[in-house]
């Protein structure tokens, strides 16, 4: 990947405002941050493209303005709670989480514009009221969350970053460990699945150091298997089918 050497001024459309970004031949858009992916794919469709221009910016949080002081008022409808997916993909398991928890608010993070395009077709289709989405890297939507908001911040198949030199680009690193410490109230879960054993075994490295979480596995079932409810997304088909295992890990925010 050829990276051009030099700042420019781009307008990220999605969120209306801009930002200072590295832009290589690709299209691939580094920021400083978490978040080191692609931001674009295939060109939308028209009706896409007509969802993210004029349904996203009612349901997109602005992290300009500063954050209410509980999350439940981000949402038109009364939630008892609140939780946070980060890179949610295509949206599979967030939308099944959101239509199996209307009494929760759910918020998504996705960069990919064409994943913000899939979810917003789903949102539309089924007339979903407690999501609320942000098109950018989690970790930025994580600092500006108030602190002690968030029941359950999900990490579902992340980018995997195999190769040794890339490990810093993993989202799980004990900076972000300590932003979800501070984000989660007490008893609330951070839960990762990855079908990448040196993944989990950095995630659970990273964890068991961590003096703010508990690892809840009792059993290795606990790990070995998804818990109850937990909807498959494409990610976690396509490592089915090139036989790699899944593990699944929660950590329980401890009182602080
Ligand atoms: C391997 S895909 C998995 C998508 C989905 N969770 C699934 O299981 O199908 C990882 C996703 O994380 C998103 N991502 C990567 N870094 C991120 C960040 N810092 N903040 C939010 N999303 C991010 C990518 O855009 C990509 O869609």
Redesign the pocket.
Known sequence: MITIDRRVQTKCSVLGRHKQVFIDMNETVHHQ??????RKGHKLRAHQADLVDNLLPHLALDIELPAPETLAELFDTPVEAVRFE?????G??LIAEALAHPEIGFIG????VN?MAKILARIEDQNIRNIRLFA????ELMAWLPARALKRIDL????PWPKRRHWKRR?VQDSMIGAMARALIDGGEFRFVSDIDSYNAWTLAHLLRAPEFDWTAERADDWRKPWSGYTM????RKAEREGRRASYLRFRRIAA
């Open positions: 941050g978490s978040f080191f992916g692609r980060i890179g949610f993909g295509g599979e398991h993070a996705e960069p990919y994943g950018g890297d989690a970790a579902i198949h992340p980018d989202f997304t494409r990610y976690g």
